[in-house]
């Protein structure tokens, strides 16, 4: 349907909406702490992060998981009854 130039145009508009929509959370971040100040709020929001990857990666193999045995049903069925 779309072409290379239209494929690589919908990647390029893809991602410059998810960096333009991200910014202000970045943006709105709180600064490391200063010297002897306690790193326990730092290295809990990067494990927090970390988790939170972890979390949508395992969500995202259960998805493609249950798609592909969807599709895998939907070719046994055509493949029983190919007149249907």
Not at 28 to 57: D, N
Request: hydrophobic fraction near 55%; include cysteine.
């Amino acid at each position: 349907m779309l072409g290379k130039f239209g494929k690589k145009l919908l990647t390029l508009m893809t991602t410059m909406a998810a960096v333009l929509l991200s910014s202000p959370v970045v943006f709105a971040a709180e600064a490391l702490p200063g010297a002897g100040e306690s790193y326990v709020k730092v290295i809990f929001t990067v494990g927090a992060m970390v988790a939170a990857g972890f979390a949508i990666g395992l969500g995202a193999i259960g998805a493609g998981a249950g798609i592909g045995n969807a599709a895998n049903g939907a070719c046994q069925a055509v493949r029983r009854n190919p007149g249907v």
